[in-house]
T-cell receptor, first 115, second 113 residues
Framework: DADVTQTPRNRITKTGKRIMLECSQTKGHDRMYWYRQDPGLGLQLIYYSFDVKDINKGEISDGYSVSRQAQAKFSLSLESAIPNQTALYFC??????????????FGEGSRLTVL | GENVEQHPSTLSVQEGDSAVIKCTYSDSASNYFPWYKQELGKRPQLIID?????GEKKDQRIAVTLNKTAKHFSLHITETQPEDSAVYFC????????????FGAGTRLFVKA
């Protein structure tokens, strides 16, 4: 089954450490996204990319960076993690041509805890 | 930028009753309005969506209505069942390609058997 895969699924780290969350997809979609989920705050857009050469900031990009290594890979980095970055992070893909809609297809999520 | 507000944050209904979740958006250019369901510990998944040129859309027990003038859209679930218990998110985006989809804060729905 074509899917969106995130690694790691769970990570505990300390303040000041550099962390990378990776996302890969086998859906063949061009568009990829990183969202952060906090209780009561819904899903907030961190960065999005429409193709390998296109990177755009979302609502809450401060403290984060991304890299689109290939059509199928989109990684999120926290250069110096801080406790308020503790959250559940979701990668998502979309492709209006292939899917026929604007539907977002989410990965299973990466739970990050910063101590 | 776009801002989406969602109410209520928590909703508890008896099995068989209807549930209604309401959202408002701020950017009049938004033209695609999806709804996602997130079961406990799982990823959000699309349950229904509506485009701005349509006022209402139904899919079995769920329906969505859109009032572009008032910038309101709502999710209606009829004949609720325990498996409808989940968090529901409304969202708005410009363009139907999932361009910069902005989500509401979510509604936790409890369906009591």
């Amino acid at each position: 089954d074509a899917d969106v895969t995130q690694t790691p699924r769970n990570r505990i780290t300390k303040t000041g450490k550099r962390i990378m969350l990776e996302c890969s997809q086998t859906k063949g979609h061009d568009r990829m996204y990183w969202y952060r989920q906090d209780p009561g705050l819904g899903l907030q857009l961190i960065y999005y990319s429409f193709d390998v050469k296109d990177i755009n900031k979302g609502e809450i990009s401060d403290g984060y960076s991304v890299s689109r290594q290939a059509q199928a890979k989109f990684s999120l980095s926290l250069e110096s993690a801080i406790p308020n970055q503790t959250a559940l992070y979701f990668c998502a893909t979309s492709d209006p041509v292939l899917a026929g809609t604007g539907e977002l297809f989410f990965g299973e999520g990466s739970r990050l805890t910063v101590l | 930028g776009e801002n989406v507000e969602q109410h209520p944050s928590t909703l508890s209904v008896q099995e068989g009753d209807s549930a209604v979740i309401k959202c408002t958006y701020s950017d009049s250019a938004s033209n695609y309005f999806p709804w996602y369901k997130q079961e406990l510990g799982k990823r959000p998944q699309l349950i229904i969506d509506i485009r701005s040129n349509v006022g209402e859309k139904k899919d079995q027990r769920i329906a969505v209505t859109l009032n572009k003038t008032a910038k309101h859209f709502s999710l209606h679930i009829t004949e609720t069942q325990p498996e409808d218990s989940a968090v529901y998110f409304c969202a708005a985006s410009i363009g139907t390609g999932g361009f910069k989809t902005i989500f509401g804060a979510g509604t936790r729905l409890f369906v009591k058997a």
